[in-house]
């Protein structure tokens, strides 16, 4: 097998709060293929984003290794964080304060190629102009500021900036959320079109199910730091195991009248993050909960590429 | 490339026309440049010697040859005047422009590092701030002593804490943005960061500050000259003008009130061009 774009092994990522240590990323393993997507789904504040952060080193790990491309990343300075970084980019959710509003949309785009000082002037016109061109900016937009543009075409200006350095692995952190379905649909057909003809490696993060769905080779189900389940796209929403993806399942609403949604309603508020005990983190609000539940959990294959991490799924299901 | 420098300067341009819009804020910019032009021009305009003394008008009132009248010493108020616009348009200026800098260097560590570095760099100010700034510049001006250059020093040490806490409210509101995250993940360095991208994002309110504190300054320093610490006479700065003239002031107001009346207008016009700048500047208000 190939050697995975990116290897997570173990990533632990905690900030010190006044209350206690904030378990954002608990113990985070995976991988990614080159040209995959990995979805990762949870609810907000599951630590979605500060796992795709933590990759890409705008946050420190506080324990656990990041491999890029067999190459381990996990503590650099310097020139090889530099160099790592590059490779390594993100798109944010955010398509307005994502962009500085006072510098064009050209400058935006230009500056990852500048800051690298790899480029003369001439090579820099030329790729930026390449690079609005290939996310579909229209060159008379080129002058125009942040705020003169719609969501749709700011998110392209933030997928330019991310593709200036050619990294192999983009983050995208929610990137479609904050964009009207119609212009959703044009952003996530542009990412895929541009991992088809670069190969990018994408780590998709989401709450949002039918785009997941749509994008995701294979998705990880994350609760409270934690990864509770993880397989390929096509599993999950057939077969899902584990009793919080089946609830978060349960709530995409259906448009089939012979089969209507059954929705399976989670009670209970999602727990403190903040030194949480052992075991497992959903157990307060499961329905199928035992004393068994408040042990520490350990992650099951229960088929080939199909991880669970519940002691009662053999039970459940 | 000159696309760019192009639009750079409609952003200069929409600041004014925005401006140009407040009539009041243009009668503020129209005096101010006109006292600018005066001050550099002063000797030429001036029709006597600010320091030439006729005896024979000593403490005259307005008259066709003596506009604002003579003070004391028989000298011509109106040339003084003129004369001294250089001294407190100067101060006001460079007392402005120094604090300025060293404040928004100061702010822009504090906000955008913050944690402890922040913590120190604001207590520090907390101190600084809690002396009455006209003490603290009288403070300031009897260590340096007085004289023109120590005034501007003084006046700029107690502009600094005020300038410096803006710009950190400004960097602190700015630093949560996401572009922010995306320039150090595109490897921008702090440097630039700071000032290529936070800065120019933080400026509005300080450049509104600025220039009102322009204002707060001349008149500041005309309160320093006239306790004796500020500018020495003979030079004829506003304050040492008025601080010069209280002992005359009822048997020959004139003294008094034209000194008096150039610090009040040219605070006023500064305060009218500030007030239009902080509007001009909001982007909540681009048409």
Same mark, same amino acid.
């Given at each position: 097998m190939a050697t995975p774009v990116i290897e997570v092994q173990h990533l632990k990522k905690y900030?010190?709060?006044?209350?206690? &240590?904030?378990?954002?990323?608990?113990?985070?393993?995976? %991988?990614?293929?080159?040209?995959?997507?990995?979805?990762?789904?949870? !609810?907000?504040?599951?630590?979605? +984003?500060?796992?795709?952060?933590? =990759? =890409?080193?705008?946050? !420190?790990?506080?324990?656990?290794? =990041?491999?890029?491309?067999?190459?381990?990343? %996990?503590?650099?300075?310097?020139?090889?964080?530099?160099?790592?970084?590059?490779?390594?980019?993100?798109?944010?959710?955010?398509?307005?304060? +994502?962009?500085?509003?006072?510098?064009?949309?050209? +400058? %935006?785009?230009?500056?990852?190629?500048?800051?690298?000082?790899?480029?003369?002037?001439? !090579? =820099?016109?030329?790729? %930026?102009?390449?690079? &609005?061109?290939?996310?579909?900016?229209?060159?008379?937009?080129? &002058?125009?500021?942040?705020?003169?543009?719609?969501?749709?075409?700011?998110?392209?200006?933030?997928?330019?900036?991310?593709?200036?350095?050619?990294?192999?692995?983009?983050?995208?952190?929610?990137?479609? +959320?904050?964009?009207d379905v119609s212009i959703q649909a044009q952003v996530l057909n542009l990412l895929k079109k541009l991992q088809m003809e670069k190969g990018l490696t994408y780590m998709f993060v989401t709450h949002d199910m039918s785009v997941v769905r749509h994008i995701s080779d294979d998705i990880c189900v994350m609760y409270l730091g934690q990864v509770v389940e993880k397989c390929s796209s096509k599993e999950l929403f057939q077969k899902p195991m584990h009793p919080y993806t089946k609830a978060l399942l349960s709530a995409i609403p259906s448009t089939d009248i012979h089969n209507p949604m059954k929705r399976e309603i989670l009670k209970g508020e999602i727990t403190s993050p903040v030194n949480p005990k052992p075991g497992c983190r959903f157990a307060a609000r499961c329905p199928h909960a035992t004393e068994a539940c408040l042990q520490p959990q350990r992650q099951e294959e229960v088929s080939p590429g199909h991880f669970v991490t519940c002691c009662r799924v053999h039970e459940v299901n | 490339m000159a696309e760019v420098k192009a639009k750079k300067k409609s952003e200069v341009v929409r600041v004014l026309r925005q401006l140009s819009k407040n009539k009041l804020a243009v009668l503020g910019g129209i005096i101010f440049f006109i006292e600018v032009i005066v001050a550099i021009l002063a000797p030429v305009i001036a029709p006597y010697d600010h320091t030439a003394m006729d005896l024979m008008n000593i403490n005259a009132g307005p008259s066709a040859a003596h506009w604002f009248g003579c003070d004391d010493l028989g000298r011509d108020i109106f040339s003084r005047i003129i004369i001294g616009s250089r001294y407190s348009i100067t101060i006001g200026i460079c007392a402005i422009a120094i604090a300025t800098v060293i404040g928004c260097a100061i702010g822009a560590v504090a906000g955008y590092y913050g944690g402890w570095v922040d913590n120190i760099i604001m207590r520090i100010l907390d101190v600084i701030q809690a002396i009455p700034g006209m003490l603290l510049m009288i403070v300031a001006a009897a260590m340096l002593g007085p004289g023109f250059l120590n005034t501007i020093m003084a006046m700029s040490i107690g502009t600094i804490p005020g300038m410096a806490r803006m710009l950190r409210a400004q960097m602190l509101k700015e630093r949560g943005n996401e572009y922010i995250e995306a320039e150090t993940s595109i490897n921008c360095s702090t440097f630039r960061i700071i000032l290529s991208h936070l800065l120019p994002n933080c400026m509005s309110p300080i450049i509104v500050q600025a220039t009102m504190g322009v204002g707060q300054t001349i008149t500041l320093a005309a309160g320093l000259s006239f306790l004796g610490l500020g500018v020495q006479p003979p030079a004829p700065e506003w304050g040492a003008m008025l601080s010069n003239a209280r002992a005359f002031m009822r048997t020959a107001p004139h003294l008094v009130i034209f000194p008096g009346l150039a610090i009040a207008v040219t605070v006023l016009a500064l305060n009218l061009l500030g007030d239009g700048l902080r509007d001009a500047l909001d982007p909540k208000l681009k048409n």
């Open positions: 900030f010190p709060t006044p209350r206690g &240590m904030l378990h954002a990323v608990d113990d985070v393993t995976f %991988t990614i293929e080159k040209g995959k997507t990995l979805g990762v789904v949870g !609810e907000s504040g599951c630590g979605k +984003s500060t796992l795709g952060r933590t =990759i =890409i080193h705008l946050h !420190e790990s506080t324990e656990g290794k =990041i491999f890029l491309n067999g190459k381990d990343v %996990t503590r650099l300075a310097g020139k090889n964080l530099k160099a790592a970084r590059e490779k390594m980019q993100i798109v944010f959710q955010d398509p307005y304060s +994502s962009l500085d509003p006072r510098k064009t949309i050209d +400058s %935006t785009v230009r500056e990852p190629l500048v800051v690298s000082g790899r480029y003369s002037k001439k !090579e =820099i016109d030329e790729k %930026t102009e390449s690079l &609005m061109e290939l996310v579909g900016i229209d060159e008379r937009l080129r &002058m125009a500021y942040p705020h003169e543009l719609d969501g749709g075409r700011r998110q392209r200006v933030g997928i330019a900036r991310a593709l200036a350095l050619e990294p192999e692995f983009i983050v995208c952190d929610e990137p479609v +959320s904050a964009l | -």
